[in-house]
Each structure stands twice: as structure tokens, then as C-alpha cells.
């Protein structure tokens, strides 16, 4: 199963199930709103395959982006397992990291 991430109508990203989960399990652990990590969580558990962001508060939309912005990458390179395909698992996530420019949301 694929994951979808909106982050605004026509900037998305989509990603295999565990990559997916695993981007928002990197959030749920670092976000100080526990209502949008609760959210989050359960996204996870209930295998529901999609997070719109615009559904967030604003707070919250900007937290996720300042994550995803200042460290998805480097967890990435440390956490996910060493494969064949890490570094174009790395790219797919950095693309989520451009993306949130392409969404429009400040620096």
C-alpha cells in the first residue's frame, strides 16, 4: 500500500507504506502539538495512507515543515536500513523536502 501526503492541493507526495509511516513516525516523536501527533499516530495504527496537511492547524503545519526541513534528511540517512536502494530512498525524501517550497510555505 502507498502513502499520500498533501501538503497543498497539487503539491503532493506519495511513498511506499513503510517509507510513509516512517516519515510520520519521525514526526509523532518530535512534535510539541501531541493533537496533530495523536493524529498522526493514527494515521499509522489504522493504516489509513494519508495525511492532508491543510486538515492541521497552522502550528502544527509549520512544525511539520520546520521537521521535515532541518532533519528528515539526516535521520534518514541515519536511522533507515543500509540497502541498495537507500540513496534513492534519500532523494524520495529530500523531494518531500522540496516540495514543501513548491507548496509555498515560509522559511
Known amino acids: 500500500?502507498?502513502?499520500?501526503?498533501?501538503?497543498?492541493?497539487?503539491v503532493d507526495w506519495t511513498a511506499t507504506g513503510g517509507l510513509f509511516d516512517w516519515t510520520l513516525e519521525f514526526l509523532v516523536e518530535r512534535?510539541?502539538?501531541?493533537?496533530?501527533a495523536?493524529?498522526?499516530?493514527?494515521?499509522?495504527?489504522?493504516?489509513?495512507g494519508s495525511l492532508w496537511i491543510d486538515q492541521l492547524s497552522t502550528?502544527?503545519?509549520?512544525e511539520i515543515i520546520r521537521h521535515w526541513r532541518g532533519g528528515l534528511i539526516k535521520?534518514?540517512?541515519?536511522q533507515l536500513p543500509?540497502?541498495?536502494?537507500?540513496?534513492s530512498?534519500?532523494?524520495h525524501l529530500q523531494e518531500l523536502v522540496d516540495a514543501t517550497y513548491s507548496a509555498g510555505y515560509p522559511e
Open 31 to 36: 512534535l510539541t502539538d501531541r493533537e496533530a
Open 89 to 91: 530512498v534519500i532523494r
Open 82 to 87: 543500509e540497502t541498495d536502494h537507500k540513496a
Open 59 to 62: 502550528g502544527a503545519q509549520h
Open 38 to 48: 495523536n493524529h498522526l499516530q493514527e494515521i499509522i495504527d489504522n493504516n489509513l
Open 75 to 78: 535521520a534518514g540517512e541515519q
Open 1 to 10: 500500500m502507498a502513502g499520500l501526503i498533501v501538503l497543498k492541493p497539487g
